[in-house]
Nanobody, 123 residues
Framework: QVQLVESGGGLVQAGGSLRLSCAASGRTFSGYAVGWFRQAPGKEREFVAAINWSNDYTSYADSVKGRFSISRENAKNTVALQLNSLKSEDTAVYYC????????????????WGQGTQVTVSS
């Protein structure tokens, strides 16, 4: 089992930045792709970004390309999501998730999920 805990959310003004962190415990992240997803009130959970185990492939939703950046430190079992140039439409609960295998944007194939961290962007 892998336990995931997100941190770093908060309230920020439009144009500002936040750095989210996802920490894994229970088992090493070895072999796991990690994704970030978000869910706004009344909307479905949507893909934001993902990174593979070997740290040489990333994928981003079109809505965040050029503004968000995902990275990982396997030795520390952590994955970070840097959020820049935030917009009000980025307001959501952000979740990290892990799966054995390649990066994918489908939340249905991720086996492990954190409890989420709230990001609120004021305009």
């Amino acid at each position: 089992q892998v336990q995931l805990v997100e941190s770093g959310g908060g309230l920020v003004q439009a144009g500002g930045s936040l750095r989210l962190s996802c920490a894994a415990s229970g088992r090493t992240f070895s072999g796991y792709a990690v994704g970030w997803f978000r869910q706004a009130p009344g909307k479905e959970r949507e893909f934001v970004a993902a990174i593979n185990w070997s740290n040489d492939y990333t994928s981003y939703a079109d809505s965040v390309k050029g503004r968000f950046s995902i990275s990982r430190e396997n030795a520390k079992n952590t994955v970070a999501l840097q959020l820049n140039s935030l917009k009000s439409e980025d307001t959501a609960v952000y979740y990290c998730a892990a799966r054995v295998g390649p990066v994918t944007s489908s939340p249905r194939v991720y086996s492990y999920w954190g409890q989420g961290t709230q990001v609120t962007v004021s305009s």
